[in-house]
Nanobody, 121 residues
Framework: QVQLVESGGGLVQAGGSLRLSCAAS????????MRWYRQAPGKQRELVAT???????NYADSVKIRFTISRDNAKNTVYLQMNSLKAEDTALYYC???????????????WGQGTQVNVSS
């Protein structure tokens, strides 16, 4: 059994910063790509940032330069540093990871429960 637990959300003024964390635990053999998504009220879930096991990153155009994704493989944790936050960044932020629970099995996708980010203008 695998769990992803996000933390670090909260209320911040526009222009401020937050750092989200997502820790994976349980029966983990290896973790491949890790991602952050977000979903604002009335909108579809949006892919925000991606980081591969080798550290290659990719970002949505709306967050490039402002957000940085990183990971600590020893801690099975992915981070999202969010700077220069805007009101339109307000959303529920989810982490997602492709995790192998055994060398015998291919990776499955797992989701966290989400952490709320509210940016006041």
């Amino acid at each position: 059994q695998v769990q992803l637990v996000e933390s670090g959300g909260g209320l911040v003024q526009a222009g401020g910063s937050l750092r989200l964390s997502c820790a994976a635990s349980g029966s983990i053999f290896s973790i491949n790509t890790m991602r952050w998504y977000r979903q604002a009220p009335g909108k579809q879930r949006e892919l925000v940032a991606t980081i591969t096991s080798g550290g290659n990153t990719n970002y949505a155009d709306s967050v490039k330069i402002r957000f940085t994704i990183s990971r600590d493989n020893a801690k099975n944790t992915v981070y999202l540093q969010m700077n220069s936050l805007k009101a339109e960044d307000t959303a529920l932020y989810y982490c997602n990871a492709d995790i192998r629970t055994s060398s015998k099995f291919s990776a499955n996708g797992y989701w966290g429960q989400g952490t709320q980010v509210n940016v006041s203008s």
